[in-house]
């Protein structure tokens, strides 16, 4: 031994701390791949599903407790999650157009579910305010609420189709291509209809499921780009677009070596999807400037 000799430190696998599982329910892993998972908006709770069928829900990310065992009696393939007070509300769908809303308390301890019948297949599934939106496979919108009560259901124009959909904060906005481009539609959930439209936005139309994300703010998208091989943040309200590096590029310019001319270096994403200058490391601290 190199030094001193020192006394050695034994592991105690019995000082772990022991976390409760409440009675009634049932925690473990996924049994097969992971098909799909669905976030709440505060990033606090998920829930997976996997391919066999197997349904958790994840009270919480941060390690303090184990996924817990939710039935299902389907093969979810489109998940969407929301908080509502202290319960969690869990809708999962199968392709085959069978749809479940599950109510649980913070924990995971069941206490409903309740089988929707939306008649069709479902494409895609996201939170809203008042419940949940779903993209059925002949390009209608269904939606329920969070005890699982249908609240309507639209339709498209001639001519258009719905790409898809994303939500952020209770409001789901879809994404509808046709001749004279794609633009973001609102979707309006009190009573159900659609809401405003967008500019003419420069996005794939092939654009599918979970390709785009909607900001915090409601005025910005992040969506692959026409030519179908980049990603930009889109404006809303008139369609200015500002190319995302790609990531080797973005560590780059992140992480590269400080030097001593301290210049700036202009970064496309700011809080207008614009771009942004921004200090290099060996700079003073300085406001960032749009």
Known sequence: MHGADRPAKLFDATALPVRAVPA?????????????????????VAVSADRLGGLRLWPSLDGA????VVPADLIADQLAIARDGEDIVIAAASSLGQLV???????GEPLART?????????MLQASARGFVALRDDMTIAAVDLHGARLGALAV???ERIATLASRRGRVIALVAARRGVR????????LAWGSESAVLPIDPSSGPGSVALAPDHERLAARAADGKSIIIVRL??????PVPPPAELHRRLFRPASRSCTTRRFPIDRSGLSTTARSPCSSPKTMRA
């Open 237 to 242: 309200m008139d369609g200015r677009a500002a």
């Open 65 to 68: 407790h184990e996924p817990v």
């Open 157 to 159: 124009n001639p001519g």
């Open 101 to 107: 809303v599950i109510r649980t308390r913070a924990g």
């Open 184 to 191: 973001a539609r609102w979707i309006e959930d009190g009573p």
């Open 24 to 44: 009634g329910l049932t925690v473990a892993s996924h049994d097969d791949e992971i098909a799909a998972l669905a976030v709440t908006d505060d990033g606090g």
């Open 115 to 123: 089988p929707v019948d939306l008649g069709r297949g479902i494409a």
